[in-house]
């Protein structure tokens, strides 16, 4: 068994399980949110999924933590997977405060595989930052699509791709709020630690760098991977590190002084 806790430690980093929800759909509708970047599958199909590849870690979540998701990792265990229950199931996170996302806000995964987002190429603070939130709490499996502004409406449409910061999107600026800010509050993610990290984000992307102290070195970094890396999607791989150790400062640092 994995407990609350423990699973909250892991979510938002890159050493997250795999997290699989089998609650059935009563159960389900009664509360349709989702633990953070889980994926509902049905409590039968555990052997199908054991056929993918690879035998990563998993965290099984059913309503309360007993028959469902207990059987479920079960299975998965005699398929090689490192696979545990979450202890107490949604309840138990539910009722310990921790964030659910509203699973009518996620996309519907295309052609089987991740969610499919849209945005403009040349990506500097705010895209790489909302596809960073994308990866750690909504999708790990999220694919981006950079593109011509002008063509990101259309390329939307055609290949069923969620565009997020461009102009009329659901997921864009509001106000003096860019498009992270938009996420945190519309997927129910505004913990303690995200808020630090969005008011860094907000003051480097709409360059009022007094708003926090680390905005302009957060600046300054996603300036220069911009024009190290040529590729978009390779700046987006370099861009999850530096999120990755902003997040974790924002988390479990911000005391911490170097002397």
């Known amino acids: 068994m994995i407990s609350v806790q423990q699973l909250s430690r892991l979510i938002g980093t890159d050493s997250a399980p795999i997290l699989i929800d089998v609650c059935i759909d009563a159960d ?18 555990m052997d199908d999924l054991a056929s993918t590849p690879g035998h990563e870690r998993v965290a099984v979540i ?18 090689g997977f490192a696979a545990e229950a979450l202890a107490g199931g949604n309840i138990a996170w ?9 699973a009518s806000l996620i996309p519907d995964r295309v052609t089987g595989q991740g969610t499919l987002w849209v945005t403009r190429h040349r ?20 694919r981006f699509l950079f593109v011509s502004p002008s063509e990101v409406p259309a390329i939307a449409e ?3 791709a969620t565009p997020f910061d461009v102009p009329d999107a659901c997921w864009s600026h509001r106000g003096d709020r860019c498009t992270f800010d938009t996420m945190l509050e519309g997927l129910c993610l505004q913990t303690d630690p995200l808020r630090e990290l969005a008011a860094i984000v907000r003051g480097a992307d709409t360059n009022r760098l007094d708003l926090t102290p680390q905005s ?3 600046l300054a970094a996603s300036l220069g991977l911009s024009r190290q890396f040529r590729d978009d999607l390779q700046q987006l791989q370099a861009g999850l590190v530096l999120y990755d150790a902003f997040y974790r400062w924002c988390r479990d640092a911000m005391d911490e002084r170097h002397d």
């Open 62 to 79: 059913c309503q309360k933590g007993l028959k469902l998701s207990q059987g479920a990792a079960a299975i998965l265990r005699t398929h």
């Open 28 to 45: 389900f509708e009664a509360d349709p949110r989702l633990i953070p970047t889980a994926v509902r599958v049905p409590f039968t199909a």
């Open 94 to 102: 539910r009722d310990a405060g921790q964030p659910l996302v509203p």
């Open 123 to 142: 990506p500097k603070v705010d895209r790489i930052a909302c596809a960073w939130l994308i990866r750690r709490f909504v999708d790990r499996d999220a």
């Open 158 to 160: 055609r290949f069923g």
């Open 216 to 218: 302009a070195g957060l």
